[in-house]
Nanobody, 116 residues
């Protein structure tokens, strides 16, 4: 079974930065599109950034120009560099395959709190 371990969250002031990491197990990681999801308080989980195995990248509009997703296939790790953080970026951040649903396995996530 795939295991996903997210880390790097914390409390930061608006305008600050954080770098999230996600360590994934599984031999198919290098051929799998991976994404970072955010679940804000009282809202549904949403995909904020995705990176394909070949490196193509997509972002949701609210994070474009501020967040950068990357991956290291040798380390089975995906990263999310978050700059110019805003209070509305607050939430629990998860990584998973692009297209993962509520029925799929999810890690514990990492909490990001941005104070104004």
């Amino acid at each position: 079974q795939v295991q996903l371990v997210e880390s790097g969250g914390g409390l930061v002031q608006a305008g600050g930065s954080l770098r999230l990491s996600c360590a994934a197990s599984g031999r198919i990681f290098r051929i799998t599109a991976m994404g970072w999801y955010r679940q804000a308080p009282g809202k549904q989980r949403e995909l904020v950034a995705g990176i394909a195995s070949g490196g193509s990248i997509n972002y949701t509009d609210s994070v474009k120009g501020r967040f950068t997703i990357s991956r290291d296939n040798a380390k089975n790790t995906v990263y999310l560099q978050m700059n110019s953080l805003k209070p509305e970026d607050t939430g629990v951040y998860y990584c998973n395959t692009v297209g993962a649903t509520a029925l799929d396995y999810w890690g514990q996530g990492t909490q990001v709190t941005v104070s104004s």
